[in-house]
């Protein structure tokens, strides 16, 4: 898979603002933080297709992005954001319920963890979550570049671990700063869409 052409579709708090169901979508979770704009700009080619936050969970919404006029890569708000008020995080679930359960064209949520550290709680627990919608099983570490090469063999079996991944299920290690691990990725959505 090669992204040529990327457009920002809708930018949704609630339902009634996603733009139609129907064409395939990936989407992406992971705490605040943890690269997923950078991971999208890169993805995409694009400098600013997501905001590379200054302020780490503020963005409270879900972002719909149109690729090759063919999918959609859906970028989901981040969680675990110390200074979010509980209003906000309850605004968080209710956002993420409505779009993970009732979502036709939803193939697969890639979830996102650091590699420096084991899942955090949150982690867990939205990994559990994609877990009962069925749409687990693709894994990204992030920020690869800044462990050793034994300490990232070492991270990625704690993951594995941690998150329960059976032998099918992938986790792939990227870094949007050194620009490794994007072409597997981008594999891993190619074979998603055409399963
Ligand atoms: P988001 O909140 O998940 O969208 O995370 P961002 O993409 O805004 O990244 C959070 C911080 O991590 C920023 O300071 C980024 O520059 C940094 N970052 C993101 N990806 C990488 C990476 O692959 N390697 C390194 N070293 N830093 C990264």
């Known amino acids: 898979l090669k992204i040529n052409k ?61 690729i090759n006029d063919r999918f959609r890569i859906v970028d989901l708000p981040g969680y675990g954001y110390a200074k979010v008020s509980k209003s906000v995080s309850e605004d968080w679930g209710q956002m993420m319920e409505r779009y993970l359960g009732t979502r036709e064209g939803l193939r697969r949520v890639i979830q996102l963890v650091d590699i420096r550290h084991a899942p955090t709680r949150q982690d867990l627990q939205m990994y559990e979550y ?22 990232q063999a070492k991270n990625l079996a704690v993951i594995r671990k941690e998150l329960k991944l059976g032998p099918e299920d992938i986790l792939l290690p990227v870094s949007a700063l050194k ?12 074979k998603v869409l055409e399963e």
């Open 6 to 66: 990327s457009e920002l579709e809708a930018i949704a708090v609630r339902p009634a603002q996603y733009p139609p169901d129907g064409p395939a979508e990936i989407a992406f979770a992971g705490r605040s933080n943890v690269g997923k704009s950078s991971l999208l700009n890169l993805l995409t080619g694009r400098k600013n297709l997501a905001r590379v936050s200054g302020a780490p969970g503020k963005t409270r919404t879900i972002n719909f992005y149109r």
């Open 130 to 151: 994609l877990r009962h919608y069925g749409l687990d099983g693709v894994v990204v570490a992030t920020k690869a570049d800044k462990v050793s090469r034994n300490e």
């Open 179 to 190: 620009r490794t691990g994007t072409e597997q990725l981008l594999d891993v959505i190619e």
